[in-house]
């Protein structure tokens, strides 16, 4: 019941981040640091809707895209980039409401085929679309400082990314605290039972997605503001969405620390892999990393986190 | 006493089949009274229409005086009426006490009341002692108690047990029937379904006696086993072959 561990644990992770951003000057290093908590920070917001809720969505690229694409449209029509926090917020939700209406109250797999179909079509919207950029997408104009949201160098962009991880997490901390974090674990784990207490489903789902969209979208303002340059395959790809699904699953579904987990056996997993196997275009590396995969999902298909908590829970005694 | 429930010409056709075909019952608040017919009679599509899990073709539902039916799921918890199911439906990874809380944030938003007041409720089942056992990992006697204690947290003022006695060793069944009793003095009006009528004998006050989708006996248990249309749905009766018999032309 108590959130002290994980207030600790959060600590140390922020005090650790904090001596990296400010000690450590190797590019490579503070580039991993950085992509492992964005990372973290879109799998916790997967994790809210397809965790917690339990409606797996393959579409959330298109919330980290609103972020981006907010902010290359605020910077390049010389709006300050701060101002794409609200606006690509804002847009996520409601494009997380419109898809969500229909589909989140049904049974089966309608709500993840919408959210293939609706990435699909705002992938096509946004490569079609000239005030979108098209499929060339945008170069941000460089600047410095923290009102155009740049730095040269990448000590304060990880402190950024630290900010979003903490706020993501003690969001999550405070969701398994609340009414709404038991109501969706109760509709995951058997809707007919939790609408018989009164709960109601389609509206407490559609508040998990749009606050899960927003999350993801806080995250795509901040990798385009590192990046300087967004188009379509880097933030609205079926690719990136498949990869935020692993991060939750392999971490482990619907636990507070899985998407942390999770992002940091993809990041170090991914480019050690791609160290030791990759180049010479040959896609070794790619077949390790799924093979290790596919193995995670075989033997611990609760993911690390999962499989941690029910070893707890065994040992306590709770499960006969 | 005026009934906490009202149910006229409720009726729920699936295709061409009809379910229910005109069931009529009256709960008086603070009784309890039993639901009963043979298998197949209609007995959990008419608590599922009364819950509001299903939506009834025709008929009224009237609770506390306001008709009910067709009203959504989730709100007719709201408006007092909590259930458990025939087949159990745990939160299957939900601790006994979370799954407690579920019901009881209903009425209490903030959490830690929501748990003070699912402790208490579990005191009075008696499941405090597994209340941090996975709900999945209970004997079915347990789950049926883990149900009951998740319905009244949400502080119903009619509570639907669908065969709550159903696989209960008869030791079980004797602590069901004691906690019947006590819920039924803390003010809880019962309505509930059994199979098997010698468990509702001794409790109910009144019986309900439904049969082929419609209500063919209203009044007490006692009279309800002499009746001649209760009998004759049970036993596919030998009396129907009597008047026959005696009625030949």
């Keep these: 019941m108590t959130a002290k561990p994980h207030l600790y644990a959060l600590g140390a992770i922020v005090v650790l981040g904090l001596l990296a951003a400010f000690g450590l000057h190797e590019a490579v290093v503070l580039d991993l640091v950085f992509t492992l908590l964005l990372y973290a920070v879109l799998g916790q917001s997967w994790n809210w809707i397809s965790g917690y809720a339990g409606n797996i969505s393959f579409g959330h690229a298109i919330f980290f895209g609103c972020g981006a694409y907010a902010s290359a449209l605020c910077v390049t029509h010389g709006l300050s980039p701060w101002l794409a926090i609200p606006a690509g917020a804002l847009a996520a939700a409601a494009l997380a409401l419109v898809t969500g209406f229909p589909t989140l109250g049904l049974r089966g797999h309608y709500f993840s085929i919408a959210t293939i179909a609706v990435a699909a079509l705002v992938e096509t919207f946004a490569r079609t679309t000239p005030w979108l950029g098209k499929a060339n997408g945008f170069e941000l104009p460089i600047a410095s400082g923290w009102a155009a949201l740049q730095f040269p160098q990448k000590g304060p962009y990880v402190v950024l990314a630290l900010v979003l991880f903490a706020a993501v997490q003690l969001a999550t901390i405070a969701l398994e605290r609340s009414r709404l974090g038991y109501y969706l674990r109760a509709l995951r784990a058997n809707h007919a039972a939790a609408a018989s207490v009164g709960i109601d489903e389609r509206r407490c789902k559609l508040i998990a997605f749009a606050w899960s969209a927003m999350m993801a979208s806080a995250a795509g303002v901040l990798y385009a503001q590192y990046t300087l340059f967004i188009d379509p395959p880097s933030t609205l790809a079926l690719a990136i969405s498949i990869d935020i699904a692993l991060i939750g699953v392999v971490g482990g579904i619907g636990t507070l620390w899985g998407p942390a987990a999770g992002a940091l056996v993809y990041v170090v997993l991914a480019k050690a892999v791609a160290l030791r196997f990759g180049g010479a275009g040959k896609g070794y590396d790619l077949v390790i990393y799924g093979a290790i995969i596919c193995l995670i999902a075989a033997l611990r298909p609760y993911g690390i986190v999962g499989t941690i908590v029910d070893a707890l829970r065994r040992r306590r005694g709770a499960v006969a | ?249």
């Design chain 2, 1 to 249: 006493m005026s009934a906490l429930l009202e149910v006229r010409g409720l009726a729920k056709r699936f295709g061409s089949l009809r379910a229910l075909d005109g069931v009529d019952l009256d709960v008086a608040g603070g009784s309890l009274t039993g639901l009963i017919g043979p298998n197949g009679a209609g007995k959990s599509t008419a608590f599922a229409c009364i819950a509001g899990a299903e939506k009834p073709s025709a008929g009224s539902v009237c609770f506390r005086g306001r008709e009910i039916a067709g009203t959504a799921y989730h709100r007719v918890a709201a408006l007092g009426i909590g259930r458990t199911y025939q087949l159990v439906q745990t939160f299957a990874d939900m601790t006994v006490l979370e799954a407690v809380t579920t019901g009881a944030l209903l009425r209490r938003p903030r959490l830690r009341d929501a748990v003070a007041h699912a402790e208490e409720v579990l005191a009075f089942v008696g499941l405090s002692e597994k209340r941090y056992r996975l709900g999945r990992a209970l004997t079915i006697a347990d789950k049926k108690r883990l149900e009951v204690a998740r319905a009244l947290a949400t502080e119903p003022a009619l509570l639907l047990l669908d065969e709550v006695m159903a696989g209960l060793t008869p030791a079980e069944c004797r602590d069901a029937v004691d906690l019947l009793r006590r819920i039924l003095a803390r003010g809880v009006t019962v309505l509930m379904v059994e199979h098997v009528m010698e468990v509702l004998m001794p409790i109910a006050e009144h019986v309900v006696v439904i049969a082929a989708g419609k209500t063919i006996f209203s009044g007490t248990a006692a009279d309800a086993v002499r009746d001649a249309a209760v009998l004759a749905a049970y036993l596919g009766s030998p009396l129907e072959h009597g008047e026959i018999a005696g009625h030949a032309p």
